[in-house]
C-alpha cells in the first residue's frame, strides 16, 4: 500500500494530520513523478477549478485517469475533491456551492450507520447529486452503484462508488479519522 496526498493546493496538512494520527506513512503528490506505485490518493478540499488547472498544467490529470483505469488507484476526495471525482467519472454529479458561500459555513452531525455521530465541517461544499448519464469512463459500467455512507437533511454527503470514495464536507478537519481509516482498510 501507498497512500499520497495532492499537494498542490487546499486542506493538504489537515489530511497529513489524520494520516499521522492512524500512523499511516504518505508522500506529498506534487508531481507526475510522485504517482509512482500508489495504491491510493487523497484529493483535499480547496479550490476545484485551481486544482484542475495545476493538474493540467502539471501533466497529472491524464496521470491520474490512467492510474484509476488502469492501476485500480483508490481515490478519496473532499469538499473541492469530491468535485475533482465527479470530472474523473465517479457516479455522481456536484452542484458547487450547493450548500451556501463562505459565510454560511457549518458544523454538524451527520446521520450515518456506517460512523455514528459523524461530525461534518462544510465550507462551500458540493450538493451531491446522480450523474445525468453515467461517463464513459464511470466504474458504474463495470456494475459498480454508488452508495450512501453519511446524509444531513436527507442529502447524500458521503457516497462511495467502487474505488472513489467522496465527501462533501471536510472530515480532515473535524479531526475526524474513522472516513480515512475506511478508505485505507475497507476498500
Ligand atoms: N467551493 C469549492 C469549489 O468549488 C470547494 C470548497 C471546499 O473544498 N471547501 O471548488
Not at 11 to 38: G, M, P, Y
Amino acid at each position: 500500500m501507498k497512500v499520497g496526498i495532492l499537494a498542490l493546493q487546499g486542506s493538504v496538512t489537515e489530511h497529513a494530520k489524520i494520516l499521522h494520527n492512524l500512523r499511516t506513512q504518505f508522500v506529498l503528490v506534487r508531481s507526475r513523478e510522485d504517482f509512482q506505485d500508489l495504491t491510493h490518493l487523497i484529493l483535499p478540499g480547496g479550490e476545484s477549478t485551481t486544482m484542475e488547472k495545476l493538474l493540467k498544467k502539471f501533466e497529472m490529470w491524464d496521470e491520474i485517469l490512467r492510474q484509476i483505469q488502469n492501476d485500480n488507484l483508490k481515490v478519496f476526495g473532499t469538499c473541492a475533491g469530491a468535485i475533482l471525482l465527479a470530472k474523473f467519472g465517479a457516479g455522481w454529479s456536484v452542484q458547487r456551492n450547493g450548500f451556501g458561500a463562505q459565510q454560511a459555513s457549518f458544523s454538524t452531525v451527520l446521520k450515518s450507520k456506517t460512523f455514528p455521530d459523524l461530525r461534518g465541517v462544510f465550507i462551500r461544499a458540493p450538493r451531491l447529486k446522480p450523474p445525468s448519464k453515467p461517463p464513459s469512463n464511470s466504474p458504474l459500467e463495470k456494475g459498480g452503484e454508488t452508495e450512501v455512507l453519511a446524509t444531513f437533511e436527507n442529502e447524500p454527503v458521503l457516497v462511495r462508488d467502487g474505488n472513489f470514495l467522496g465527501a462533501s464536507f471536510h472530515p480532515e478537519i473535524a479531526g475526524e479519522t474513522r472516513v480515512h481509516e475506511f478508505f485505507l482498510q475497507k476498500f
